[in-house]
């Protein structure tokens, strides 16, 4: 079965320094990763995918993800935070199984930002 | 153009009530896909429609239906509802949603639903 798993709770990080948000997967075939954001009481808001291709993967936001197939990971980066990033992360991944979609997220991380 | 609308956006129920959420997708878009998600947990997988058509069930009880119409809107409903049912239930779109799809879903802004 297709999972994600993100391995913190929460990341804090000062305005300006760089960020990471990790997560790793496991699947069966080639992965479809994808990452989204939730900010207070809101739906989620897709930042950015990836299919096949190049390992690092640009989105919304300034954001971007590196894929690594041999550490099976999709951690999501940012070379300089802002506080308006602050906000729920989820990795997810395509599950396919029966050809039709959905996707399995992970737990979430919860970004905090500081000024 | 109009992304994903659901209504209600919040609403209170109390225990053995039924309750039913709406959603319309993004224009163009033939499947619709409800997620559960609980406070404090990632969203999880509930329905799949296309065309009308269920096209896939998550491991939710038979308490939970739903159905798309003509317009490619849709419904979920819940009967009996249970305190657990409290969560925020999410609506998403995409072009057809099959296998041959990226997978990629536009979602909703949710409707919170509190079970007292």
């Known amino acids: 079965a297709q999972s994600v798993a993100q391995p913190e709770d929460q990341v804090n990080v000062a305005e300006g320094n760089p960020l990471t948000v990790k997560c790793t997967y496991s699947?069966?075939?080639?992965?479809?990763l994808f990452w989204y954001v939730q900010y207070p009481n809101r739906g989620l808001q897709f930042l950015l995918k990836?299919?096949?291709?190049?390992?690092l993967v640009k989105g919304s936001y300034g954001f971007e993800a590196e894929f690594n197939k041999s550490q099976t990971s999709f951690h999501l980066k940012k070379p300089s935070a802002l506080v308006s990033d602050s906000a729920l992360y989820f990795c997810?991944?395509?599950?396919?199984?029966?050809?039709?979609?959905?996707?399995?997220f992970g737990a979430g991380t919860r970004l905090a930002v500081h000024p | 153009d109009a992304g994903v609308t659901q209504s209600p956006t919040h609403l209170i129920k109390t225990r053995g009530q039924h309750v039913t959420l709406r959603c319309s997708p993004i224009?163009?878009?033939?499947?619709v896909s409800w997620y559960q998600q609980v406070l404090g947990q990632g969203p999880q997988f509930i329905f799949q429609?296309?065309?009308?058509?269920?096209?896939g069930r998550g491991n939710f009880p038979d308490r939970f239906s739903a159905r798309q119409f003509p317009n490619y809107s849709s419904e979920l409903n819940v009967n009996a509802l249970l305190l657990g049912d409290s969560a925020l239930y999410l609506c998403?779109?995409?072009?057809?949603?099959?296998?041959?799809?990226?997978?990629?879903?536009?979602f909703g802004e949710g409707s919170r639903l509190t079970v007292l």
């Open positions: 990836y299919i096949t291709g190049d390992n």
């Open positions: 998403a779109s995409s072009l057809a949603g099959t296998s041959m799809d990226t997978g990629e879903l536009f």
């Open positions: 997810a991944v395509r599950d396919a199984a029966g050809g039709y979609n959905k996707l399995i």
């Open positions: 699947v069966s075939g080639n992965p479809y």
């Open positions: 224009s163009g878009h033939k499947s």
């Open positions: 429609y296309y065309e009308k058509e269920e096209r």
